[in-house]
């Protein structure tokens, strides 16, 4: 009887899928050292999963100090799901981190519960086809995740002011990025996109403003920086932390070549990098 029952489950599970239930994955790609690491990591959080959505984002960022920085860990062809919680860049670590936190708060959280919520924060419509379903610019990435109800600009409400894009690096540097260089038709869709995020109203904290607008901020908090670079948006992305009486952030840091909690305050490394105009401040929603 409990085979019978358990063969039963087997199929139901096996067409909840197949009626769309779940997100499509055709193609994957992860190791079996993710998956060691994911285990090590509901081990180590299982007695603070009980934790507030925010608080437990932090702790789940200072689980990952240390785990180096690699770039274009996603440049796989043919597109697909890539789970890599060995080395991160800036993004990824963010998407990595916010989903092992929604995972965590799930009632019974696995593996693969993991992977459709990273799916979901990665791509357009959560659905994987091509290169151009990825949320490549940073402000389409917040977007389009307040849109699913996932996160929360917070920016104008803490009292930002309005920001202008002019968004065109990827459509006119197409021999950076491999998926777009010979691709005359993935070239267009994200030309089109670009014009499609400038038209939307976006806002930003000037360098100057954060201090004073500090007190709307909190930890937890993805913070984006916004870039004067032409044709780009936001340069680099990380978690506010306030510790030790300083608010600071934690993030996969290119010069440190590892997840590090930034030494100095948010300001100090706001104003030390020329190209930076201030921030955007996000929150995830419970």
Same mark, same amino acid.
């Given at each position: ?14 067409? %909840? ?8 994955? *055709? ?5 079996? *050292? ?8 509901? %081990? #180590? ?53 916010? =989903? ?10 696995? &593996? ?12 357009? *419509? ?41 968004? =065109? ?6 021999? =950076? ?16 996109? *670009? ?10 904290? #000037?360098?100057? @403003? ?10 937890? @908090? ?5 870039? %004067? ?5 936001? =340069? ?31 300001? @100090? &490394? ?17």
């Amino acid at each position: 009887m409990k085979r019978y029952l358990c063969l039963i489950s087997l199929f139901l599970l096996a067409l %909840s899928c197949a009626n769309g239930q779940k997100p499509e994955r *055709e193609h994957f790609y992860d190791t079996p *050292e993710d998956r060691e690491i994911f285990a090590a990591y509901l %081990s #180590a959080m299982g007695d603070k999963r009980t934790l507030p959505l925010e608080d437990l984002i932090v702790e789940t960022a200072l689980f990952f100090q240390g785990t180096p920085y690699v770039g274009a860990t996603l440049e796989k062809e043919p597109e697909g799901l890539v789970i890599n919680l060995r080395e991160m860049d800036c993004l990824t670590f963010v998407e990595n981190v916010f =989903s092992l936190a929604r995972t965590l708060k799930e009632k019974n959280p696995s &593996y693969e519960t993991f992977c459709d919520h990273l799916q979901q924060l990665r791509y357009r *419509e959560g659905k994987i086809t091509d290169y151009t379903d990825r949320l490549h610019y940073t402000s389409d990435w917040i977007y389009e995740n307040e849109r699913k109800g996932l996160v929360e600009d917070k920016t104008k409400a803490i009292g930002g002011e309005p920001l202008v894009l002019s968004l =065109s690096f990827m459509s006119t540097h197409p021999e =950076s990025y491999k998926q777009l260089k010979g691709n005359p038709e993935r070239m267009a869709v994200m030309a089109e996109k *670009e014009k499609e995020i400038n038209k939307r109203a976006y806002s930003y904290i #000037a360098e100057e @403003d954060i201090d004073r607008l500090a007190g709307g901020m909190q930890s937890g @908090d993805m913070v984006g920086f916004v870039t %004067s670079i032409a044709g780009l948006d936001i =340069s680099h992305v990380g978690f506010l932390y306030r510790t030790e009486g300083r608010l600071t952030f934690i993030h996969a840091s290119s010069k440190a070549k590892k997840v590090i909690v930034q030494e100095g305050t948010l300001t @100090d &490394y706001v104003k030390r990098i020329k190209t930076n105009k201030g921030v955007m401040i996000i929150r995830a929603q419970r």
